[in-house]
């Protein structure tokens, strides 16, 4: 992915996708979780037309189904009944706290789907590896998986031909054999990472202080944009506090449809969510204007 | 002064009684290009990393090393790693990061530059190699060939005075190693590297070498001008390092007495002209090749050979032992297919070679026909019966890196595995480790033999368990020309005599067209050519040896080697 939240210096995603979540947390209240769920899954099929969301839908459904449905069965805190189920009262406020506790988990999974996209483990590191030798490790480590990944492979498909099967005959013979291919893929990678090593020491490493190279360049319109969502979302926590991003259910039920000041909190809120879909459609609205 | 200077240099390993390199002595000047060459196991490897300090092994050493007029050893290690550049065989283990990017600045961070200087850096390099569109690309997904380019790239970040190369190109195929040739002849020219390269890759490595250092057992033998040690080994009348020579040279020894030095052909272009100045008849014919009409109608070798393929390809067709019938693979569902409806037969005592550029599905091919890979279309026979989900046992496969075969810790227990997988009698692996001259092995880590070794001690294995056919994916990958040209004997003597089937895939096309009884050329997951291997050789212009480049259209009968020159060609006269 390139231009939209990528042309950023990756401190603003990070801090957008920080904030979201903790926003996602604090909101208690099914219109604004809903809300802010509509806005994200919009931006996730911005962001790949959906590929990530398809691969993904049918866990986020289960998991959210779950809680769903099972709040309102153990939940017997409060005074609304709705009707009985199994001798067992099914109480409202139960329900909108199973629709909320859904709605929130389905938001901060596609909110964290979303997260994923923007911001690559590079990015993070650049983040967070201010001590270089940590970041060296992380990446490494990062290089060593799909390596391991290819010698597996390999040797399983030489192996396979020598009858030394994982996925064949009985139980104890395909332990066995596992258990050997791992301890082959062992001897092997610690084998090749020697050569890795020799190349490593060849290019000067452990002369002296590392320095690290800074792929980013923090801009103005950085500057500009980090502000920007600071303030909405102090905006958006202030409302918070004032009670308005909450439903409460106690002791009093509270209506459930907006009134008054929500309104404008719901506004802040949604400022705050739209923001990235904001800066892609101005992308997309530049390329079309240029044309 | 010289750059680099080895002064009566010793080394021993420890716990080894022969010296590794004995009284080796030379220089390097400023900007020079020099082709180490030799068997493998004769000290090039040890020589090049005792000339980088940060990798120099550990053993007894004795004598000095001079660069840039003081003792290597009081270098700066900031200045060495900087100064001395390395790049390594494997393409792959050598890279350390996860991006492009990140690979190419390792070096340039080690050495606590600071950002600005390495953008700098970046932008010059990646202009240089033309490297924009993998920048951002992780490594894993690279190619070897771009891997290894990669890998000169990052080391040439860190500006380095000398280049050491350790058998660069002997994982890559034919086309890559010709892009890092150029890549290293630019830098040599252009920048004014110096270079010190280890390399097999003769035909490549000797036009571009100011001068060639040759090593055996340790020892310097020669050194000079790629021109002066050809004449001088010619005239010397020593074979050892025949097989180590431009094959253009090889052919104009076979056919000049006494070897004017300033005259020896390296390149395919110098044979040329030194063979327009000939008169070549056929031997047996006693016919001048002058006449034009000649060219056009097929000579008697061919001919004969022609005829012979042709009663091969009727018993084929009637009875193959392995039969591939419109295969049809992908590795993922919406990839383009790597086989493409395939159908291919291989006959009963057949050398086999499918020769091939990159990535144009022969490995998934070996694999397919060794009952590895599931076709998603397309069924594979082997001996009349359908191939299932298990591979047959009598097909032996011989994987590209030979250490992959081995999960135990010794080569004896390797043995056992085969020997009791088939119930084959323990006579027969004395036989075989006499036949292959491996018995001393058998105690050894299979990690701790050389790339020829290994290879020697899986074909064991692999026959131990006596199979009809023979699958080799890539068997002179990392081999040395004498190594190379041992094992392509070994092959044809264990087809000859034990009717093994052979089937080999491989880039090499000097190897296929010395030891194969039919070529078949991959294109894009398809068989799309296939003959006797001289005719189908002879009949490229560029997939054909150096000789055959160098005889095609020269007015000469064609021919493949040096050898099959000798045997043929009758020199009238010398033109000049």
Known sequence: MNGGMNTFHPAVPFFFYAGGAVLIMVARHPVFLAAILLVLIGHSLVLDCGRTLRRWWGAIVLMSGFFLVITPLVNRRGTHILFYFNGRPVLEEAVYQGVMTALSLAALLVLFLNYNQVITPEKFLFLFGKLPQWALVATLAVR????????LGDIQTVQRARGLSVTAGPLQARLKNGLALVQMLLTLSLEEALQTADSMKARGYGTGKRSQYNPYRFRPADRLALLFLAAVFGLALFGWRLGDLVLTLRPVLEPVFLHGREWFYLFVVGIYYVFPLFIEGREAWRWRSWK | MALLEVKDLWFTYPEEKRPALADVSFAVDAGEFVALCGPSGSGKSTLLRLLKPEISPYGRRSGAIFYDGSPLADIPPARCARDIGFVFQDPDNQIAMDRVLGELVFGLENLGMDTGMMRRRVAEIVHFFGLEPLLDRKTHELSGGQKQMVNLAAVLMMEPRILLLDEPTAQLDPVSAKDFFNMLRRMNEELGITVLIAEHRLEDVWPLADRVIMLEDGRLRHVGKPREVIGKLFTEGDESFIDYLPRASVLYHQFTVEAERERIPITVKEAKRWLAGLTVVEKAEGRSIKDPRVNECPDSENAASVGRFKAE??????????????????????????????????GVGERLAIVGGNGTGKSTLIKTLAGLLTPQSGTIWFKGKKVKS????????????PKLFFMEETVEAAYRHALERCGTSPALLEDYLNFFDIGHLTARHPYDLSDGELQKVVLVCLLLERPDVL???????????????????????????????????????????????????????????????????????FYTTAVGRITRGAGVPEVLTPEEAKKRWLVAKDGS
């Open chain 2, 471 to 541: 699958l080799i994916d890539e068997p002179t990958k990392g081999l040395d020309p004498a190594v190379k040209k041992r094992f392509g004997k070994l092959l044809k003597t264990l087809n000859q005599e034990e009717g093994l089937t052979v089937v080999f895939v491989t880039h090499d096309i000097e190897f296929a067209a010395q030891v194969a009884t039919r070529c078949a050329m991959m294109f894009r997951g398809e068989i799309t050519a296939e003959g006797d291997p001289h005719a189908f050789f002879t009949g490229n212009a």
């Open chain 2, 313 to 346: 390809a009727r018993r084929r067709r009637e009875a193959p032992v392995l039969e591939a019938r419109a295969v049809r693979f992908h590795y993922r569902k919406n990839d383009p297919p790597v086989l493409n409806h395939l159908s291919l037969k291989i």
């Open chain 2, 390 to 401: 298990e591979p047959p046992e009598a097909i032996g496969y011989l994987p590209q890196n």
């Open chain 1, 144 to 151: 060593f998986v799909p390596e391991l990944q290819r010698r």
